[in-house]
C-alpha cells in the first residue's frame, strides 16, 4: 500500500464511557425530544471532529465490546467484576453512538468472546504489515502496549477533546520501559480498575524498577531466588501465579478471529443527509452550526417583543398589579460601581416596558414600587443589580428568582456569568453580552435605542421562560433552601458590603511606596556587589547567566529558553549563595510593591473608599472571590505584607476595626462529618488539635511531651489531609522522605480511623453518583472520578474528599454573615460588615460598640451551623484592620 495510507481505530466503549462521565456535570441539560440522553453522544463527536481533522484517516474502525463475557472472564472469574452498576443514562445512549458512527461513514464492529481492545490490536498489526500509519485513540492506557513505529496511541487526558499521544519513545520518556514491558508491568501490579491482583505492595514504581532489571516477568522469576531476602521478595514468591495470571490478562490479542478486511474499513466521509437529520433530532445546534445548517427550527427562538414606553402611565400600572414582574437594569462596564445604567425594562411575561432614559428612577411610585418587599421580583444578578439602583438613589427589594445565583447552584462547574449562555444552555437563543456589545475597542452601547431596549426585552423573556424549569431542577437536587436561606439573602448582604467599601488612606500607602522604593534599590546594590557587576534583575535571561555560569551555582531546571529561575529553583538555591536569598527577597518585596502599595491606589474611589467586588458564582466549591480589587489575597505571612493593611481604616476617627476569624473550621467540619470519636474529642475538649494529633502519631503519653517540630509537622498533616494530600506532598511540605511521610498518614489513618472511612466512602459515593456534596446540598460534579488518566482520577478523587469540607465551611460563614447583618439592625447598632476574608469577617464599629461586638459576633458566628463539634471563634480590634489581627 503506498506511504500516505492511514488507518484510525477508536475504542468505543472506553472513549463513550469517558465522554458520558466528561460532561456529566450537565446530563439533565442534554435530552433530546425523546426524553433520551444526550451527553455523551455529544462529547463523543466533538471528540471525533477534533480527531478526524487532526489524523486525516483514509481508514477507520470504532470497535467495541460484544458482552462481560470473554476470554479473560473464562481464564478469571473476578474479571472486571466489582466495577459499579453502569448508569442507563448511558447505556441508553450507546445505540445512539452507533448511529452516528454509521452516518459519519465509520465501521463499528464487536466480536463474541473478545474485547475492544483485542480487535484494535489485530487490527493495528494487520494495518502495520501492509505499510499503513495507524493512529489508535483509547480512554485506556492498557492499550500504549500496541504502540510501534508505525503505531500511535492517542490517550484521553482531559475529557474527550485533549490527548496524550504515544510513541515508543514517549512510553521509554515517560515510563523508562518498551511498549512490549506495560504487560509486564501490569502483571506485577495488577490492574483495579479491571480487577485483577499482581503481586501484593508492588505499584508502579517497584515494578518499573524491575522490570528495568531484570526484562519481564519471567526474568525475575528466573532471578528470584538471588535477591536479597526482603518482604518483595517474599511477595514476589508467594504471587508468583498471580503475577503470570496478570501478565496474561492485560496482553491484548492481536491474532484474534477478526473478520474484517482492511478495505472493508475505507473512511469515505459523513453521510450529510442523513447526519444533519440525526443531529436536528438531537437538538445539536453548534454541530449543525459547523455543517452551516439554518438553525430556524433547532433552538428556542424568542417570540417578537412589543415594548412599550416604560413612563409615569405604565409604572401605574406595575404598581397596582399583583403579578409578579421580571426586571432587568442594564449597566454598561465591567464594574458595576462606576458602570453608567443604560437600559431599564420591567415585564409581567405579558406586557413589557422599557426605557433608556434613567430619569424615570426619580419617579417616586417606581422607587417604592422598587423598594417594596411584597412586590415579587425576578431578575439576573440580583447584586449587581443592588448596586446599579444604589448609585441612582434606589433601593431594591423583594427579588425571589436570580437567575445568575439557581444557575450557579445547579452547575458549579459550569458557571454562566451571562445570561446569553445560561439561555443556550437550555436551547434558547439569546445574544451574550459579547456578541451584543462587541468586544475590544470595538464594544459600545447600539446608537438605536430601540435594538438596545428589545435585546433587554429578550433578557427579560428568558428569565421569564426558563424560571419554573430551573426552579424545578434546584429543588429536585434538593437545593432550594440553601438558595432561599444562603445565596440569595447573600447576595443583599454582600451588595451592602460592596456599595459600603473600606476607607484607605492613600498617604499611607504613598508613604510605603518610597519606603519600599528606598529598600528595593538597597537589595539591588547589595546583590551586584555580590555578583560582582549590574544586571537586570528581573530579566530571567540575564539572571540565569549570572547564578550559573558567572557563580557557578548547579542547574537545577532548565526551559525552552535557557536556566530556570522560578522560586522553587531558587528556594533549593538559597543556601549556596546570598545572592539567591537577597534575589527572593527582592522579588518579594518587588511584588507587594507593584500589586498592593502601588496597585490598590488605582482603585480608590473619589470617596476614599475600596468598592471590591464579591464573586458569589466563581468558585466550585461555594467561597467567595474579591476582585477589583483582590483584597483576600494581601499576603500577611511576611511583614511587608502585613504592613500593607496599616492603611485600611474605619470611617470616623473614633471607630475602629473589629475582626472576628473561624479558628480551624475546615478541620472541625472534618471531625463533624467523617464522625470520627478522637478528633471529635479533641475539639470538645478544647485540645491543641495539632499538639494533640502530634501525640497520637507519635505515640507519645501527653502533649507536653510533643516539641515544636513535632507539633508544625502534625499541623502540615492535619491540614494536608483535608486536601486530600499524598505521601509525596507531605514529604515536599515537610521536609521528610516519601516514606516517613507514607508512615505518618497511616499512622494518623490509625488514630483517626473515621476520617479514613470518611475519605473512602466519598470517593465511592463520587464514583457512583458523579457529584459530591456540602452539609447545605450544595453539589459538585466530578467528571473525571471515572477518568482511566491516574494524575486526572487522583485529583478528581481528592476534590471528592475535600469539597464537602471546604464547601461546608463556606457555607458556615455565609450563613454566620447573614445572621450577623440581622443582628447588626436588631440591634440597632451602627457598626458594618465591611469585608469576608476566607473564614474571617471585617466590621467597622465606634469604639462604643467593640465590647458588644466582642460578645455578639463570636455568639452569631458559634451559632451558624449546629455541628457535633463546637465553633471556635477568636476576635481582635484596632485603629487599622493590621492591628485587629
Known amino acids: 500500500m503506498s506511504k500516505n495510507k492511514k488507518l484510525l481505530l477508536i475504542d468505543g466503549n472506553s472513549v463513550s464511557f469517558r465522554a458520558f462521565f466528561a460532561m456529566h456535570n450537565v446530563l439533565d441539560k442534554f435530552v433530546n425530544g425523546e426524553g433520551v440522553h444526550t451527553n455523551a453522544l455529544y462529547a463523543f463527536n466533538n471528540m471525533l471532529e477534533i480527531i478526524l481533522k487532526e489524523e486525516q484517516p483514509t481508514h477507520a474502525l470504532v470497535a467495541f465490546d460484544a458482552g462481560k463475557v470473554t476470554f479473560r472472564t473464562k481464564m478469571y472469574d473476578d474479571y472486571k467484576n466489582g466495577r459499579s452498576k453502569t448508569p442507563t443514562e448511558f447505556t441508553e445512549q450507546m445505540p445512539l453512538i452507533q448511529d452516528l458512527l454509521n452516518y459519519r461513514g465509520m465501521k463499528t464492529y464487536q466480536l463474541p468472546d473478545y474485547e475492544a481492545d483485542d480487535i484494535i490490536g489485530t487490527m493495528s498489526r494487520k494495518a502495520q504489515a501492509q505499510g499503513m500509519d495507524v493512529t489508535i485513540v483509547t480512554g485506556d492506557r492498557d492499550l500504549t502496549q500496541l504502540t510501534t513505529d508505525k503505531v500511535t496511541v492517542r490517550v484521553n487526558v482531559k475529557g474527550v477533546t485533549e490527548t496524550e499521544s504515544y510513541t515508543p519513545e514517549h512510553v521509554k520518556e515517560k515510563l523508562g520501559i518498551t511498549p512490549e514491558q506495560i504487560i509486564d508491568m501490569k502483571g506485577l501490579m495488577g490492574d483495579t480498575s479491571d480487577n485483577y491482583p499482581g503481586v501484593e505492595k508492588v505499584g508502579e514504581k517497584t515494578a518499573i524498577k524491575l522490570i528495568d532489571q531484570y526484562g519481564s516477568v519471567e526474568g525475575i522469576y528466573e532471578h528470584v531466588d538471588e535477591m536479597k531476602k526482603s518482604k518483595l521478595k517474599e511477595h514476589l514468591i508467594n504471587d508468583k501465579d498471580k503475577a503470570f495470571l496478570s501478565k496474561k490478562l492485560a496482553t491484548i490479542d492481536v491474532d484474534a478471529p477478526v473478520d474484517l478486511k482492511l478495505n472493508d474499513l475505507e473512511y469515505r466521509g459523513d453521510n450529510q443527509e442523513q447526519l444533519i437529520q440525526f443531529y436536528q433530532k438531537m437538538n445539536f445546534n453548534s454541530f449543525l452550526e459547523r455543517m452551516n445548517v439554518p438553525l430556524e427550527n433547532t433552538a428556542e427562538t424568542l417570540a417578537d417583543i412589543k415594548v412599550e414606553q416604560l413612563n409615569s402611565d405604565s409604572i401605574e400600572n406595575i404598581v397596582k398589579s399583583n403579578k409578579a414582574h421580571t426586571l432587568v437594569i442594564e449597566g454598561f462596564g465591567e464594574n458595576y460601581h462606576t458602570a453608567p445604567i443604560t437600559g431599564i425594562l420591567i415585564s409581567d411575561g405579558k406586557n413589557y416596558y422599557g426605557t433608556s432614559d434613567v430619569s424615570i428612577l426619580e419617579n417616586d411610585d417606581l422607587k417604592r414600587w422598587l423598594a417594596d418587599k411584597t412586590k415579587e421580583k425576578y431578575l439576573f444578578d440580583n447584586k449587581r443589580t443592588i448596586a446599579l439602583l444604589h448609585r441612582y438613589g434606589c433601593n431594591l427589594n423583594g427579588v425571589s428568582f436570580d437567575m445568575l445565583l439557581v444557575a450557579y447552584l445547579l452547575d458549579t462547574n459550569d458557571n454562566k456569568q451571562d445570561i446569553g449562555l445560561v439561555a443556550k444552555n437550555y436551547n434558547v437563543s439569546l445574544p451574550t453580552e459579547e456578541e451584543f456589545y462587541g468586544k475590544g475597542v470595538k464594544k459600545a452601547v447600539p446608537e438605536d435605542n430601540s435594538i438596545l431596549i428589545n435585546f433587554i426585552a429578550q433578557k427579560a423573556q428568558v428569565i421569564d421562560t426558563l424560571k419554573d424549569k430551573m426552579l424545578s431542577e434546584l429543588k429536585d437536587n434538593d437545593q432550594d433552601s440553601l438558595y432561599d436561606e444562603i445565596e440569595l439573602p447573600l447576595s443583599i448582604v454582600l451588595a451592602e458590603m460592596e456599595i459600603k467599601g473600606i476607607k484607605v488612606e492613600v498617604s499611607k500607602l504613598k508613604e510605603m511606596e518610597n519606603t519600599f522604593a528606598t529598600r528595593l534599590s538597597e537589595i539591588e546594590q547589595k546583590i551586584?556587589?555580590?555578583?560582582?557587576?549590574?544586571?537586570?534583575?528581573?530579566?530571567?535571561?540575564?539572571?540565569?547567566?549570572?547564578?550559573?555560569?558567572?557563580?557557578?551555582?548547579?542547574v537545577i531546571k532548565k526551559t525552552k529558553?535557557?536556566?530556570?529561575?522560578?522560586?522553587?529553583?531558587?528556594?533549593?538555591?538559597?543556601?549556596?549563595?546570598?545572592?539567591?536569598?537577597?534575589?527572593?527577597?527582592?522579588?518579594?518585596?518587588?511584588?507587594?510593591?507593584?500589586?498592593?502599595?502601588?496597585?490598590?491606589?488605582?482603585f480608590v474611589h473619589p470617596d476614599n473608599k475600596i468598592h471590591t467586588i464579591y464573586l458569589q458564582t466563581l468558585t466550585q466549591t461555594g467561597r467567595l472571590s474579591s476582585i477589583e480589587p483582590n483584597l483576600q489575597n494581601i499576603p500577611i505571612r511576611i511583614d511587608e505584607g502585613k504592613q500593607i493593611r496599616k492603611a485600611f481604616v474605619p470611617q470616623h476617627d473614633d471607630w475602629e476595626i473589629f475582626s472576628a476569624d473561624y479558628s480551624q473550621v475546615e478541620l472541625r467540619v472534618l471531625a463533624h462529618i467523617s464522625g470520627d470519636e478522637n478528633m471529635q474529642e479533641a475539639f470538645k475538649e478544647d485540645y491543641d488539635i495539632h499538639a494533640h494529633t502530634a501525640m497520637r502519631i507519635f505515640g507519645l503519653n501527653s502533649t507536653d511531651e510533643v516539641t515544636p517540630n513535632m507539633r508544625r509537622q502534625a499541623k502540615a498533616t492535619n491540614f494536608g489531609i483535608v486536601y486530600g494530600i499524598s505521601d509525596y506532598g507531605l514529604s515536599q511540605n515537610i521536609g521528610i522522605s516519601r516514606k516517613q511521610a507514607a508512615t505518618f498518614i497511616e499512622s494518623y489513618f490509625e488514630q483517626y480511623p473515621g476520617v479514613?472511612?470518611?475519605?473512602?466512602?466519598?470517593?465511592?459515593?463520587?464514583?457512583?453518583?458523579?457529584?459530591?456534596?456540602?452539609?447545605?446540598?450544595?453539589?459538585?460534579?466530578?467528571?473525571?472520578?471515572?477518568?482511566?488518566?491516574?494524575?486526572?482520577r487522583n485529583f478528581a478523587q481528592r476534590t471528592a474528599m475535600n469539597t464537602p469540607i471546604q464547601g461546608s465551611a463556606a457555607d458556615i460563614i455565609k450563613v454566620a454573615m447573614i445572621n450577623m447583618q440581622k443582628m447588626i439592625q436588631r440591634e440597632n447598632l451602627q457598626a458594618n460588615l465591611l469585608l469576608q476574608v476566607h473564614d474571617e469577617m471585617i466590621f467597622e464599629a465606634p469604639k462604643s460598640e467593640i465590647e458588644t461586638l466582642g460578645e455578639l459576633v463570636p455568639s452569631v458566628m458559634d451559632s451558624a451551623v449546629k455541628l457535633d463539634v463546637p465553633l471556635k471563634v477568636e476576635t481582635a480590634h484596632g485603629k487599622t484592620w493590621y492591628e485587629a489581627k
Not at 522553587?568 to 511584588?591: A, C, N, T
Open 528 to 554: 551586584y556587589q555580590e555578583a560582582g557587576k549590574e544586571f537586570n534583575i528581573n530579566s530571567p535571561k540575564q539572571l540565569g547567566v549570572v547564578l550559573f555560569e558567572d557563580l557557578k551555582l548547579p
Open 561 to 602: 529558553t535557557g536556566y530556570s529561575t522560578s522560586v522553587d529553583v531558587l528556594e533549593k538555591l538559597k543556601d549556596k549563595s546570598p545572592v539567591v536569598e537577597k534575589i527572593l527577597e527582592y522579588r518579594q518585596i518587588s511584588k507587594i510593591q507593584s500589586t498592593y502599595v502601588v496597585g490598590l491606589q488605582k
Open 756 to 792: 479514613k472511612k470518611y475519605m473512602d466512602d466519598i470517593v465511592k459515593y463520587a464514583r457512583e453518583n458523579g457529584y459530591v456534596e456540602t452539609i447545605m446540598h450544595r453539589r459538585r460534579y466530578l467528571p473525571d472520578i471515572h477518568s482511566s488518566n491516574f494524575n486526572v
